[in-house]
Structures are given as structure tokens and as C-alpha cells.
């Protein structure tokens, strides 16, 4: 069974993360070598011959080629941090190991930070996880639906037009059987123009798309994918056909780990970072050994992404 292989893996557990990880010393160690597998590069110039000095406690490289000088963190999406290397990877081990997703408030507490650097630090990791996903594409029989986050807010209007729900697409590619493989969630109205633009980003021209009676799917139609409409009626007997039994399980999922984690954030805002981070741990869930230091290498080849930057989410998407 697909989940049973999920929920028993070994992962990487507490104990041997702060074998590996437990020290700054280890970690800056982990980091050179996820960064520079082959031995240093230089990131100006690409030359190998360089010296190394300290500064301030932390090492730095200088490049004998062109004397460009930097440390393990400058030009990736440490650089500039005040936290030490390790609370960066106790937030990477925490994030990418846990059953639900972890609030920056949870990793406040965990870190025993400010919830302002903890906050930073969850949408710095998120991002990467989102540049990482966006080339993402689906393939193969595909489920499609549209989707909400949010909008429950204590005396505001709910259902769809609560000003904080967020309208996403949502595609889950699934084996012949049925089995979901992996998963694409794209913050967007649901109209032919923008299924468009999701089908050319995230389907492959071979995809067999399956999805309910909502008018819009039909233009995946457009790249030349496969189409197939159920028309459901809606309600509850729509969750139960069994053409539907992937997304429908992934999105259950879904809304439990975000309504489990996550009380109030500004969904309209960071939507496309919460879903990236969900799409993430999805699609890598039968390989938590290894994905920490997978978001390791993927946050050592991400650029710095400053404060501004970070809160500015709708303007760098
Ligand atoms: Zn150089």
C-alpha cells in the first residue's frame, strides 16, 4: 500500500540528525560540501586555485585567479543570516520530517528565536522549496480540480466569496491504477485563460487530463493534451467516484495539514509559498532519508532572497 510505505519509512530521525548535524562546525562542513561537490569553484570566475582565511569567525575563500573573496553562505539563501548554520538545519530537519507541515510559530518555539527570524526563515526555506517545484511537470493520466484555501475567518463571509479564500488549481498525476505520483497546486482563478497558462507550465503535451464539468478544464485541450469530462452533479457523490479518488485523498490531506498548522496567515498573500511547500513534501514523501540534504543543495543554489523580497511575495512570483 502506497500510504503504509509512506508512514513507515525510516526517515532521518532525531538522534541521527544531531549525529550528523549537531555542531556549527558540521554544518558549515555540510554546506561546502553540498555546495561545492567537485572542491571550491569560484562563483565569479569559476576557478578552483584559491586560499582560505578566517574573518570574524567565519571562513572565507579567496580566488587566486580573480582575488574575488567569499564565505559558504554569500551568494545562496543563507547569506547575510544572524542564526548559526545549525538552527538553519534543525528548521530544515523539522520542516521536511514531520508528519504536518510547522508553523513559524511552532519553529519560534523550536529555535528558541524571535517569531520575526523564525518567520523569515520559514519563507526563506519555502521559497526555495517553490523554485525548486516550479519546472514541475505532470504526465501520464492526470487528475484535475479546483480547489480553496482558507476563507474561514470568525466573522467574515465564508465559502467562495470570502475575500481571504484562494481560488488554486490543483493536478495530481496518478498511475494507471490510480496511485498518485505527484502533484501540482497553482494559486489561480478558474478561468479557460489562466487553465491555459496552467496546462502549458505544468502538463505535458502527452498528459490524459480527467476532471469534473467545470467549463474551464477543457482548455488543457490547448497544449494538446489528452481531455476527459466527468460531469459529477457535485456534492458528495462527486467525492466518491473513483475517477476522482486521487485528488480527492490529496487534497483531504492537504486541508487537514494546513488547517492542523496554520491559524491564521495571510493566505492571499503567501498562498503560492504554502501550497509550493505542500507540493514539496509530496512529491518527495517516499524519500525522507534524503530530503534534507536535497533542500540543502536546492537552498546552496538559491540566491539570496532578502527580507523585502521575501515579504514583497506577489511582486517576485
Ligand atoms: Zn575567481
Not at 538545519?89 to 507541515?101: I, R
Not at 498511475?175 to 497558462?197: D, I, K, N, R, Y
Request: with cysteine; charged share 20%.
Amino acid at each position: 500500500m502506497a500510504m503504509n510505505r509512506v508512514q513507515f519509512q525510516a526517515g532521518l530521525s532525531m538522534a541521527e540528525f544531531l549525529n550528523r548535524y549537531g555542531s556549527e562546525e558540521q554544518c558549515e562542513a555540510a554546506l561546502v560540501a553540498s555546495r561545492w561537490p567537485h572542491g571550491f569553484a569560484c562563483p565569479a570566475c569559476g576557478s578552483g586555485a584559491h586560499g582560505t582565511f578566517v574573518r570574524a569567525e567565519r571562513r572565507y575563500w579567496q580566488c587566486r585567479a580573480c582575488r574575488h573573496q567569499c564565505s559558504a553562505i554569500s551568494g545562496t539563501i543563507f547569506e547575510s543570516t544572524k542564526l548559526p548554520l545549525r538552527l538553519w538545519f534543525l528548521a530544515m530537519q523539522l520542516l521536511t520530517q514531520s508528519k504536518n507541515n510547522v508553523s513559524a510559530l511552532e519553529l519560534m518555539r523550536q529555535l528558541g528565536v524571535c517569531y520575526k527570524s523564525a518567520w523569515l526563515l520559514k519563507h526563506k526555506l519555502m521559497e526555495v522549496m517553490r523554485l525548486r517545484e516550479e519546472p514541475r511537470q505532470l504526465d501520464g493520466r492526470v487528475e484535475i480540480d479546483d480547489a480553496y484555501l482558507g476563507g474561514e475567518r470568525a466573522g467574515g463571509k465564508s465559502g467562495r466569496g470570502s475575500p481571504n479564500k484562494v481560488p488554486f488549481i490543483a493536478a495530481v498525476q496518478t498511475t494507471a491504477q490510480g496511485q498518485p505520483v505527484c502533484v501540482c497546486f497553482a494559486p489561480q482563478p478558474f478561468t479557460s485563460e489562466s487553465v491555459a497558462l496552467f496546462a502549458a507550465k505544468s502538463l505535458a503535451t502527452s498528459a490524459q487530463v480527467v476532471s469534473d464539468g467545470l467549463w474551464c478544464f477543457g482548455a488543457v485541450k490547448i497544449i494538446g493534451a489528452e481531455h476527459q469530462r466527468v460531469v459529477t452533479g457535485g456534492g458528495a457523490t462527486s467525492v466518491k467516484l473513483p475517477q476522482f479518488k486521487a485528488i480527492n485523498t490529496v487534497l483531504g490531506n492537504l486541508k487537514t495539514a494546513l488547517k492542523g498548522t496554520y491559524h491564521a496567515f495571510d493566505f492571499a498573500k503567501y498562498a503560492h509559498r504554502y501550497l509550493a511547500e505542500a507540493q514539496y513534501r509530496f512529491n518527495r514523501r517516499f524519500n525522507l532519508a534524503s530530503i534534507l540534504a536535497r533542500l540543502l543543495r536546492a537552498a546552496c543554489c538559491t540566491s539570496p532572497r532578502p527580507a523585502p523580497l521575501i515579504r514583497m511575495a506577489e511582486e517576485c512570483r
